[in-house]
C-alpha cells in the first residue's frame, strides 16, 4: 500500500481522504490543516457544491494530524501527497513534496503562474515522480460515456457542443476567508475550468476563442461565455458558466451535444440518466454515479504511482494548457 497525506481538511480534502480510505492499495496516514479543530469540525459538515459522501470518524481515529505540511514531512514516511488547499499555496507545497522525492496529486487549477507549473512539471520530471492535477470531470461515467461517443462516431461526427456550469458564490469553508478569495482565480479559473480542460481533452486545442465574460464576487471574470471553433473539424463549442449567483444557487452542470444522427443531453438536476433523441423519440441510458469521478481519478494516480508512470489521460501538461486556455479567453 502507497502511504499518503492530505494536505487541506476542508470540502475537497475530505473527498480525497473518503476515497482513499476506500482504496485498498492506498493508505491514508497524515491530514494537515492550519486550522484543525475547523478540519474535525468538516467531518459533520456537507459544506460544497454538492455531498460527495460522508466520513465516519472512527475511521481516522488513528490518522496523525498536523498543522502544517513542513511538520508532516519531517515525521512521516511518504510515498505521496494530496495537496487540497487554495490555489496560490498549490505551487509551494507541491514543491515541498517533490524535493522529499514524493508522488503528488494537485487539486485543479494548476498554478495561475504559468510559469510555476511548468516548473513543477520539470521537477516532477527531473525526480521521476507522478504529478497530477485532479481534473475530475475526465473520470466521470456521463463524461466519459460522451467521449466515447465522439471518438467512436456512433452517431456520426460531432457537429456542435455545449457545456454548462453554474454555483451560487462559494461560502463555506475556506471561501470565508478573503484571501482564499482573491486568490482563488475566481469562476474561470476555478469552475468553468472543469469544462476548458474536458472540450481539450476530446477535442483538442481550438483554432479560435471569443469570449465574454461579468464580474463578480471572487474576479472580472465570475461569468464567462465563450465560444471555441474547430476549424479543421467543423465544430463548433459553447462553454459557459459562473458563480455571480446568490450563495444558496443550486449547483448545476451538464451538456448538449449534436451528432449527425442524434442529440444527446446531460444535467446533473437529472443526474442518473443521460437523453439520447433522434427525429424519430427519445430514450434514457444510465449516466452511472458521476460522483465516483473523485475514486476513479484517485484510483488511476494510485496505479500511476504503482508503475511510476506518469498520467497519460490527465498529464500535467495538458492541466497547464487548461490554464492557458483560460487566459485566452480573457484576450
Not at 494537515?32 to 459544506?47: G, M, P, Q, V
Not at 471574470?221 to 463549442?237: G, R, T
Amino acid at each position: 500500500m502507497k502511504r499518503v497525506a492530505v494536505a487541506g481538511f476542508g470540502f475537497m480534502g475530505m473527498t480525497h481522504a473518503l476515497n482513499i480510505l476506500e482504496n485498498k492499495d492506498l493508505q491514508l496516514v497524515a491530514i494537515t490543516d492550519k486550522n484543525l479543530e475547523s478540519a474535525e469540525r468538516n467531518l459533520f459538515s456537507a459544506e460544497g457544491n454538492f455531498r460527495t459522501g460522508r466520513i465516519d470518524p472512527a475511521d481516522l481515529k488513528n490518522i496523525r494530524r498536523y498543522s502544517s505540511l513542513d511538520e508532516c514531512l519531517d515525521k512521516e514516511e511518504l510515498d505521496a501527497v494530496h495537496i487540497c488547499v487554495h490555489t496560490d499555496l498549490h505551487y509551494e507545497m507541491a514543491k515541498k513534496a517533490l524535493l522529499k522525492n514524493l508522488h503528488v496529486f494537485l487539486e485543479k487549477p494548476f498554478c495561475l503562474d504559468v510559469s510555476l507549473a511548468e516548473e513543477l512539471i520539470g521537477l516532477a520530471e527531473e525526480r521521476q515522480k507522478v504529478l497530477m492535477v485532479g481534473h475530475v470531470v475526465r473520470f466521470m461515467s456521463p463524461y466519459q460515456k460522451l467521449k466515447q461517443w465522439i471518438d467512436s462516431e456512433e452517431f456520426g461526427e460531432l457537429r456542435f457542443l455545449s457545456l454548462s456550469r453554474f454555483s451560487g458564490i462559494p461560502a463555506w469553508g475556506q471561501w470565508k476567508d478573503r484571501q482564499v478569495k482573491g486568490a482563488s482565480g475566481g469562476a474561470l479559473f476555478d469552475l468553468v475550468i472543469h469544462d476548458i480542460d474536458f472540450c481539450n481533452y476530446v477535442l483538442g486545442l481550438p483554432s479560435e476563442i471569443k469570449c465574454s465574460y461579468l464580474p463578480g464576487g471572487l474576479s472580472r471574470h465570475d461569468y464567462i461565455s465563450a465560444q471555441w471553433f474547430y476549424s479543421d473539424k467543423n465544430v463548433q463549442v459553447k462553454i459557459e458558466g459562473g458563480n455571480i449567483f446568490h450563495a444558496g444557487f443550486p449547483f448545476q452542470a451538464g451538456y448538449m451535444a449534436q451528432f449527425e444522427e442524434a442529440s444527446i443531453q446531460y444535467t446533473t438536476f437529472k443526474g442518473d440518466v443521460i437523453t439520447i433523441a433522434d427525429h424519430i423519440g427519445k430514450r434514457e441510458v444510465t449516466a452511472g454515479d458521476v460522483n465516483r469521478g473523485y475514486y476513479n481519478e484517485i484510483a488511476y494516480f494510485a496505479n500511476c504511482m504503482e508503475n511510476n508512470v506518469q498520467p497519460v489521460e490527465c498529464t500535467p501538461v495538458s492541466s497547464l494548457q487548461a490554464i492557458q486556455l483560460c487566459y485566452s479567453s480573457l484576450r
